[in-house]
DNA sequence: CATGGTGGGGCT
DNA sequence: AGCCCCAC
């Protein structure tokens, strides 16, 4: 409502990689450390420094060597590495996770990075208010707080408290909130910390600029307010360039143009004049920004409006054939089904659209030609890695002329060289549910001429096994009603009964023939499940997994609590372990019981123990060296409890195999490709489409040789599934890849019950801000040579 | 060859 | 739709 007026939090995590690495490896608290990208060349692009590193000179822009030489103890962890490229997800996760914490003190949070997120205080401000005596108030509440323009937190708070008789200028109202506002972020700092083991700075003030602006005035671990009278005071000497918008070209047009180079001096300028120079729109803006007024909304989001990677191809690394382009492709293709999988089954929404970006090279000294080509994902698309790199393959094809007119056998060089690659999907389909379902009774009526019984019996048996994890009556029967949902009467009649008259008894036995009857890919996963039930520990964890799907419903009730999951989300949480982290569970649980004694401290705070409240603790000494019961996992690097240990390894085991068996499909899928595209070897030259031109290169013979060890004397047999052709030794195996993906989608399609984006408030995006923003034209033109 | 991989967003 | 800029 009055966008001057509200409170404005920047919350940035303090060398965020770092302490993720930090977290999962004790040992390097304390000792400098940057975070590096794996690049073989001078030891690593630095992305992050921690601060005993920053001390010594370390900076982001060197290379892993340079950093050596300044600080030769110092540590070098690296991001990991798959296929081909730099892996962030740790860090995303870890992002989430600070991001859930602050959700609960405010649904208007905006997430601007992995590890930035503003939120719009202002209500939690105003209720606090109300509550509280801001006279009771004091420094020692205010650990790490300072108020911009102030010599010490002190004299501001005194300020307020005076309420403002001391200056004219002083606006009473205004910096009574940002006081209370403050308070409030040193609370939700001490949760991250609590909940998460991290440590971020704040910048609270009236609007997103001015937020981020001075949340970088004292780091790390620190929070700053900045009162409306300091703007001035901070802009007499404060570089236009720091200025987010400013830190670009714009900024350096804007400070050559008008000959300045503070933002003080921006001041001078009418907002005619500025309109002027710029453009309409800038011209406001800019007038505005220099006064310290920004009406941006902060808007709630949560999720990512698009989910995309790239890699870039320089120098030698650029690519030349199409043989390197379908593979890289495919990589990037894998890594978007893969996160997206993610995001559907936690997010319950799908992509509409997906673009692929690429970069040709340009002869030297030009700058490289980037071009980007979107496709709509039609209703029948299957939203899997296939898809998106055959896709993104034609688009690239298509407009960027990949091949050389042909000549014989080496048409598969690319005219020029790719430098960039990017595959990302965005336009989400919220609420998909509906959809899916119909999906889901196409997958499970697609099999047909297998043996029904058989396949009900596999479905069966994989269902308990996630029920297994679930632990509770109301997982299971949510589990096999969504399974009916998408199965027809006869299999419904086949499984009811089985299940609710033998399961109990029957279960080991069950298990047990399958597991006699094929070692493979799903054999080896319900073994290891099985050698779990048996394990006597693993009893408890699922007992305590229980009891907290009903405390968490207890906790659904606390209209406070934005995050309070629902029973079914714990549930389908549950389910997710199945393709997700089988760790999830005991973290769930511990998050729980962190909440539920953080939030007895708000409480404390709430009821007026001020006392008490003075030492909220911003730094608690909670010990956060790793429980003796757990170790960390070589593979991912998480915390695993010692008796999830084995389990925690099978799933990684899995990972790999269900990765190895998709490679496994694809070979086969080129291979019958070239097969085909054989038959058209000899037909007469005509006009093709770019697509055919693609499969009949996969008919070169050097293609088919990347496309290794196929050894045709082994006997093949047509998939029921897919119609693939499959040695006939590794049909179990296919077969079980099958059932993994059916079971895969099933559980991924399964209804999220809480939306929490639907939950936030969506605001109408009438920021006059947003018009005002952006380089016009003419300052486009300007640097366009 | 040399921050690189991600995101958001505005302009035409 | 495609291009470009900004920022972490």
């Known amino acids: ?76 962890p690296s991001v990991p590495c798959f296929r081909g490229k730099a892996d962030i997800t740790k860090y995303r996760e870890a992002g989430k996770d600070v991001a859930k914490v602050l959700q609960r003190f405010t649904p208007l949070l905006e997430r601007a990075s ?53 200056s004219m200028e002083f606006d009473y109202e205004h910096s009574k909130h940002l006081l209370v506002g403050a ?128 890699k870039q191809l320089r120098g030698k690394a650029a ?30 929404r799908i992509p509409k659209q997906m673009v692929v970006s690429f970069s040709l090279q340009a002869s030297k000294g030009k700058r490289d030609i980037s071009s980007s080509r979107s496709y709509n994902f039609s209703p029948e698309d299957e939203l899997c890695g296939e898809i998106f790199s055959s896709k993104a393959l034609e688009l690239v094809m298509d407009s960027a002329e990949g091949c050389k007119p042909t000549d014989g056998e080496l048409n598969r060089m690319l005219k020029s060289p790719i430098t960039f690659l990017g595959i990302s999907v965005g336009k989400f389909d919220d609420n998909i549910d509906a959809k899916k379902t119909k999906k889901i009774k196409d997958y499970f009526s697609a099999g047909s001429s297998k043996d029904v019984s058989q396949t009900d019996e596999s479905v069966r048996i994989k269902l308990e096994r996630c029920v297994e994890k679930d632990g509770t009556n109301a997982g299971k029967e949510y589990v096999l009603e969504k399974y009916f949902e998408s199965s027809d009467d006869v299999r419904k009649e086949n499984i009811t009964s089985k299940i609710s008259t033998e399961t109990e008894q029957r279960k080991e036995t069950v298990y047990q023939s399958s597991l006699d009857r094929q070692e493979s890919f799903f054999a080896k996963y319900l073994n290891s499940g099985r050698s779990n039930v048996a394990n006597d520990r693993t009893p408890c964890t699922r007992a305590a997994c229980g009891q907290t799907l ?7 009730s606390n209209d406070t609590d934005y995050s309070g999951s629902t029973i079914n989300e714990e549930i ?34 709430e009821d007026g123990d001020r006392a008490q409240t003075g030492t909220a603790p911003i730094e608690p000494e909670r010990n956060k060296s790793p429980d003796i019961n757990s170790v960390e996992c070589s593979e991912c690097g998480k915390t695993v409890s010692l008796d999830k240990f084995d389990e925690h390894s099978d799933y990684h085991l899995a990972l790999k195999l ?46 088919v040789n990347f496309f290794t060890k196929f050894d045709r004397s082994i006997e093949t047999k047509l998939c029921a599934e897919c119609g693939k052709k499959v040695p006939i030794n590794k049909l179990p195996e296919h077969l079980d890849f099958h059932e993994a993906q059916k079971l895969s989608r099933e559980i991924n399609n399964r209804s999220s019950v809480v939306n929490v984006t639907s939950a936030k408030r969506k605001r109408k995006s009438s920021s006059p801000v947003k018009k005002n923003k952006v380089p016009c034209k003419s300052i486009d033109l300007f640097f366009r040579q």
């Open 1 to 76: 409502m009055d966008q001057e007026n509200r409170i404005v939090v920047l919350i940035d995590m303090d060398c965020f990689y770092c302490q993720v690495e930090e977290k999962l490896n004790p040992q390097l608290k304390g000792k400098p450390i940057a975070v590096v990208q794996y690049n073989p060349w001078r030891g690593g692009g630095i992305i992050a420094v921690n601060y005993v590193a920053r001390a010594m000179g370390v900076t982001r822009h060197m290379r892993g060597n340079e950093a050596k030489q300044k600080c030769p103890e110092i540590q070098l």
């Open 550 to 556: 009903h405390l968490s419903n207890a906790e659904a």
């Open 658 to 703: 269900r990765e190895e068996m998709r490679q496994e499909v694809r070979r086969e899928q080129n291979r019958t490709k070239s097969v085909l595209s054989e038959t058209n070897k000899n037909s007469p030259n005509k006009k093709e489409t770019p697509e055919k031109q693609c499969n009949r290169s996969d008919n070169v013979p050097s293609i």
């Open 183 to 310: 308070l409030i972020v040193s609370e939700i700092r001490a949760a991250v910390y609590a909940e998460t083991g991290y440590q971020c700075s704040a910048g609270i003030a009236h609007n997103k600029i001015l937020a981020k602006l001075v949340c970088g005035m004292n780091k790390p671990n620190k929070q700053t307010v900045l009162p409306k009278h300091s703007v001035n005071i901070l802009y007499k000497t404060l570089s236009l360039k720091k200025v987010k918008h400013l830190g670009g070209k714009f900024g350096d047009h804007v400070a050559e143009t008008l000959n300045i180079s503070t933002m003080g001096q921006l001041q001078r300028f009418t907002e005619k004049d500025l309109q002027a120079r710029f453009d309409e729109k800038n011209g406001s803006w800019l007038y505005n920004i220099a006064r310290g007024v920004d009406l941006e909304p902060v808007q709630a989001r949560f999720n990512p409006k698009s989910i995309g990677c790239c």
């Open 319 to 348: 690519l030349q054939d199409l043989v390197s382009l379908r593979k890289w492709l495919r990589d990037l293709g894998d890594e978007i089904e893969n996160r997206l999988e993610q995001d559907s089954l936690e997010n319950n």
């Open 114 to 166: 992995i590890d930035e997120a503003y939120l719009d205080i202002t209500d939690p401000v105003r209720k606090r208010i109300l509550n509280i005596d801001v006279r009771d108030i004091n420094s020692n509440m205010l650990p790490n707080n300072f108020a911009l323009g102030y010599d010490t937190l002190d004299s501001f708070i005194s300020d307020v408290h005076s309420c403002g008789l001391s």
């Open 572 to 605: 389908n949480r549950s389910i997710a372990l199945f393709e997700d982290d089988p760790d999830d569970v005991t973290r769930v649980v511990n998050m729980r019981q962190l909440l539920k004694t953080s939030e007895a401290k708000l409480e404390d705070v």
